[in-house]
């Protein structure tokens, strides 16, 4: 008992707790740009798909069986990625549920067919923190489509996996946790399905779910050991907060670095780019803190008239996944096809750059690693 005292009150009195308290304050900055957008009338509206996405159709051999368009999410055994899941599943995709656990993954499949007896779903157990499983995802996927004579490409790519730790945790590569499920591990997922999604004959489009969070982010630094991590593991505190706003700036960062490379190579001229910023949801992503504290924020945020359930958090994921296919290198924030900007920092295009440069180098690494294995 006298210990968990203890430990609390060295949580609440230490820097990163109070600087997460400071989010709030970046998370009523986003509102209030959707509510100065609404003022100056210059709301995005997005012309949504419509209720059903059209098929994939025409132009794909006869001989595959015509079929709904894929989408993949990461993440999809809880919170938002559910929530996405089960609208998705709705608007008539084939649903690739991505999850760490195959007894979640099981529930939330049996979850969604129970609510809807038409959905498509198929899932994958993958550990986005390891890059072998998401190179044993990879190759699985591609057999899968090919068994089920279905066209080998995706059409959707939602990053959604994501999680705040409180602690370092290492990988087996010695990467940080959070940073290798947030950013290392999306990053490598995506550059590996880049075939797949190239490959649709409709246009395709990766969706990245950020955080209003990246806003306080400082300018850090994009070499191989602040990417991976590796240098948190060498400081005696984690510190959790400064990780969790660094992993979404680095995938912010990275949505438009991707956003202007596709856009520079005339051929994948239809894999478009776009964030998504929930806002903030009552899930299970502060599982990891104690508990009061969690109550506390919730009562917070729920003060404040900022408390979403997921589906209202997932709102602009999907507005997200369905604009048009024309949007690229956008910040979907605050549902109803509105977008607002992202920080300044994140659009910085020489740290994009350095952070792909990086990105990649850790990814050939990796990859060596795995191959010699
Ligand atoms: N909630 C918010 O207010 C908020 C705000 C801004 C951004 N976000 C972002 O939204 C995303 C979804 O979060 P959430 O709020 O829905 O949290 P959540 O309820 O904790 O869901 C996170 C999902 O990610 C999965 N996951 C975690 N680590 C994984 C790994 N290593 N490999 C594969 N899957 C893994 C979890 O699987 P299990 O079910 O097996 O645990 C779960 O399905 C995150 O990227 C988060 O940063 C959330
Ligand atoms: C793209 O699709 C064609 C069939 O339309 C297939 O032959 C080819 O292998 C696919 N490419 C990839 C990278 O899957
Ligand atoms: C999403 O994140 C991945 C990995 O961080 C990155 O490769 C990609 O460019 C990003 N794309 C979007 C749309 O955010």
Not at 14 to 23: A, T
Not at 158 to 165: C, D, H, L, S, T
Not at 203 to 231: E, L, M, Q
Request: proline fraction near 4%; aromatic fraction near 10%; include cysteine.
């Amino acid at each position: 008992m006298m210990k968990e005292v203890k430990e609390a009150f060295l949580f609440v009195f230490s820097y990163h707790f109070w600087r997460m308290g400071l989010w709030s304050i970046a998370l009523v900055y986003s509102y209030l740009q959707l509510h100065k957008a609404r003022i100056f009338g210059s709301i995005y509206k997005a012309r949504l798909f419509g209720s059903k996405y059209t098929p994939i159709s025409g132009s794909i051999d006869p001989k595959i069986r015509s079929s709904r368009p894929i989408c993949v999410i990461t993440g999809a055994t809880s919170g938002l990625g559910k929530a996405t899941a089960f609208v998705l599943a709705e608007k008539g995709f084939h649903v690739i549920l991505v999850g760490r656990s195959s007894q979640l993954l099981s529930e939330t499949l049996e979850e969604i067919k129970s609510k809807n007896k038409d959905a498509q779903l198929k899932s994958f157990q993958v550990d986005m923190s390891s890059f072998e499983s998401i190179f044993k995802f990879k190759s699985s996927l591609e057999q899968w489509l090919s068994d089920a004579e279905l066209h080998p490409s995706i059409q959707i790519l939602v990053n959604n996996a994501g999680i705040m730790a409180i602690s370092s945790r290492p990988t087996t590569e010695g990467y940080d946790r959070m940073i290798a499920t947030n950013y290392v591990g999306p990053f490598c997922l995506t550059k590996l399905l880049l075939p797949l999604l190239k490959n649709s004959s409709v246009p395709s489009r990766v969706v990245n779910v950020t955080s209003f969070t990246h806003r306080y982010a400082s300018i850090g630094k994009f070499d191989k050991d602040s990417v991976s991590g590796v240098h948190t593991s060498t400081l005696n505190k984690y510190p959790y907060a400064r990780a969790y706003e660094y992993s979404k700036l680095c995938l912010l960062l990275f949505s438009y670095e991707l956003h202007r490379q596709l856009r520079l190579t005339d051929d994948s001229h239809h894999v478009s780019v776009i964030a998504a910023d929930p806002g903030f949801a009552k899930t299970k992503i502060m599982r990891e803190y104690p508990t009061y504290i969690t109550a506390m924020a919730f009562l917070g945020f729920k003060t404040l008239g900022l408390l979403q359930t997921p589906e209202e958090g997932a709102e602009s994921i999907v507005d997200a996944a369905l604009a048009p296919p024309e949007i690229s290198g956008a910040y979907y924030f605050g549902g109803k096809g509105r977008t607002i900007e992202s920080s300044k920092v994140s659009r910085d295009l020489k740290l994009g750059q350095q952070l792909w440069e990086t990105s990649c180098d850790l990814l050939n690494e990796l990859q060596h690693l795995h191959h010699n294995n």
